[in-house]
C-alpha cells in the first residue's frame, strides 16, 4: 500500500471543519511539558526496493526459523504447516470474517467451526468443545471458573505447579478480583504432580493438571482422576502441545471433566508469540456451563441442513450476570487453521506425526546424555525434555547462539531450584543432521 500524506490543502480543509486554526491547537489539551518541540530526526527517504533490503537486515537480528536451529518448546512449537492450509486459508471467505454475527450468511465460516468443533471433541475425547477461545492460558483460567459454576459455593482450585507458569500467571490475574483461591500442588521427584495432599484442601472446586506438562513429562491422568473425583472435585486436564494426542490416550478417556489448552501447533506459525488458540472440550452434561460460543447443526422449515450458533451465553446476548464468558470473540481465523490441518493430516497423518516428534526427541535426549548431561525426572515425555547440564555448558549455550542455535530453555528463571537445568524441544522441523550437530556441539 502507498503512503500517501495528506497535502497542505487537505489539512486546511479540515481544520477547518472542526474549527481549529491550527495543528497545535488541536493538542491543546496536552500539558507543553508533554509535546514534542524539536523535530523528528527521521533518515532520507527509501525506495521500495532499498526499504525491503532494510526490513530484511533487520530481520536478520531476530532469533528466527529457518535461519537458526531452535530447541525451544514451553507453549510454543513450529511445525510444518502444509501448503495445503496455506492455501485455503488465504481464501477470501475465511481470510476476511471477523465472526459470524448474522449467521444466515455465514454458512461456510460456521460449518468450519464445526468441523473444528467435531475434531477437537475427538481428539480430546470428549462430547463437545466450543468454537475455541484466545489462547491455552485463558482456557484453563475460563475452565477453572467454569468448575465453580459447576460446583457452585465452593470458593478454592488447586493447580499443578508442573502446568506451565505463564497459564498459572494468567489465572492468577482472573482470579486476582476475585474471592476465589489457587492453591498450588507440589511436584514429585519424577517431574509429575503431588496429589497426595488433595484430601486436606477443602472447599475444592477443580484441580488443574497438565498433560504432557511444563517439563513435557507425561502424567497419569487416570491416577490423577480418581484421587481428584474422590473430594468432589472438578478435574480439569490442560495442555500446550496438542499433537501429543497422536500416541497418547486422549485426557477425555482417562477421566478429565473438562479438557483445555493451546492449539497453535495444528497450523498456526509462532509468530513471534501469537496470536494462539484456545482449544476447549468438556462433557455434555456440563455444555451449558461452557464459556465462549457453540455452533450447532439443524435444518430450516424445509429439510434443509443449516448451522446456527447456539448456546451462546456472553453478555452480546443475555445480561452481563447470567453470561458464562466475557470473551466475545473467539480465535475464529486460528480455529479453522487448526481444523484444516487436522483434517489434512487425518488420524493416520496424526498419529505418524506425533510418533516422528517423540522418536526424534528421544534420539536427541540420548545424545546429550552420553555428552554428559542427565536425566533428573524419569517421568516418559513426548517431544520435550529436562536435562540437568554438566558444569560449564552455560558457556556452551552463549556460544551456541553466535552458531545461531538455541539449545534448550534454562528453567532457573521459571524455577529456582533447577539451576543448571534445561527445557529441551524437538519437533519434526529438524533433521537427524541437526541433532547430530548440536549433539557434536555440546560434546566439544
Known sequence: MRYLPHTPEDVASMLQAVGADSLEELFAGVPETCRRKDAWNLPEPLTEWELNAHMDRLAARVASSPYWKIYLGAGSYEHHIPAAVSYLLGRSEFSTAY????????QGTLQGI???QTLTARLLGMDVANASMYDGASALAEALLMAFRITRKKKRVAVSRAVSPFYRRVVATYFAPT???????????????DLSGLGAIQDLAAVAVQSPNFFGCLEDLEAAGRAIHETGAVFVACFSEPLAFGIVKSPGAQGADIVCGEGQSFGNPQSFGGPGLGMFATRQDHVRKMPGRLVGRTTDLEGRPGFVLTLSTREQHIRRAKATSNICSNQGLCAMTAAMYMASLGGTGIRELAQLNHDKAEYLKEGLLQAGFS???????????????PAGFGQIWKRLQQEKIVAGLPLAPLYPEMEDHYLFCVTETK???DLDVLI????S
Open 114 to 116: 464445526y468441523e473444528y
Open 431 to 433: 533433521s537427524r543432521d
Open 440 to 443: 557434536r556441539e555440546v560434546s
Open 375 to 389: 536425566a533428573p525426572l524419569a517421568a516418559p515425555t513426548f517431544n520435550e525434555f529436562v536435562l540437568k547440564a
Open 179 to 193: 474471592d476465589y483461591e489457587v492453591v498450588e500442588l507440589p511436584l514429585l521427584a519424577d517431574g509429575t504432580t
Open 99 to 106: 465472526t459470524p454475527y448474522q449467521p444466515e450468511i455465514s
